[in-house]
């Protein structure tokens, strides 16, 4: 999570998206900014808020992206809705390649309205406008948050998904061209500091969001 800040923090700077893959140490859970502390599940997973919004979400077995977006891009241009939908196209295509059709549907983006029910409600239980969907079930979920940094978007696959076949994806979608990148010292430090003084704080992580 502080490196998703920091990297929406740089953005501006760098001038151009950026996608993140990156794994969980052991079995976690996070949950949405507006949410309440999962408390009841403390004793069996690490929990962190996110700075994004959305519902509760178990890592471990699926595939956690995040992309940043700069100002004057054209995702952070979009509608949250229509970059939602955008990005999903790019992830249903990779989900795809990952599955190999071998469930049956070929994965979808959802179809209605985007709401959500209140409380400490679970993401994957809850497709919403924009997810990706197979089978009646839900593959794929976000959330976004918007700043004059940028556009964060953060995303969980219930699915294995390679660095190649999300590349891949992203492609397809937007003609990407892809090249590695690595923290710069500033935004290694300032990660640093973000998970010590904020993340891994009681205050972030308890405090009720009005």
Not at 61 to 69: E, L, M, Q, R, S
Not at 124 to 149: E, M, Y
Not at 184 to 190: C, G, M, Q, V
Request: with cysteine; aromatic share 10%.
């Amino acid at each position: 999570m502080a490196v998703d800040e920091a990297l929406l923090l740089s953005a501006t700077k760098r001038r151009v998206p950026l996608l993140r893959l990156y794994a969980w140490a052991r079995p976690a859970v996070s949950f949405g900014y507006f949410q309440k502390f999962p408390a009841g599940l403390a004793a069996k997973y690490e929990l962190i808020r996110r700075p994004t919004g959305g519902g509760m979400v178990y890592h471990g077995d699926d595939t956690t992206y995040t992309i940043v977006v700069p100002p004057g891009h054209p995702l952070y241009e979009m509608k949250t809705t229509d970059a939602y939908c955008a990005i999903h196209k790019a992830v249903a295509t990779a989900c795809e390649h990952a599955t190999n059709k071998r469930s049956g549907g070929s994965p979808t983006l959802q179809a209605g309205p985007s709401t959500l029910p209140r409380g400490a409600y679970e993401c994957f239980q809850n497709p919403v406008h924009g997810d990706v969907v197979a089978d009646g079930r839900k593959l794929a979920g976000a959330a976004q948050r918007r700043t004059r940094h940028g556009m964060l978007h953060q995303g969980s696959i219930a699915a294995k998904v390679t660095a190649d076949q999300l590349q891949d994806g992203f492609r397809q979608a937007f003609h990407a061209d892809f090249r590695s990148y690595r923290l710069s010292p500033a935004e290694k430090a300032l990660a640093e500091e973000l998970a010590r003084e904020k993340y891994a704080t009681d205050d972030w992580n308890r405090k009720v969001r009005r």
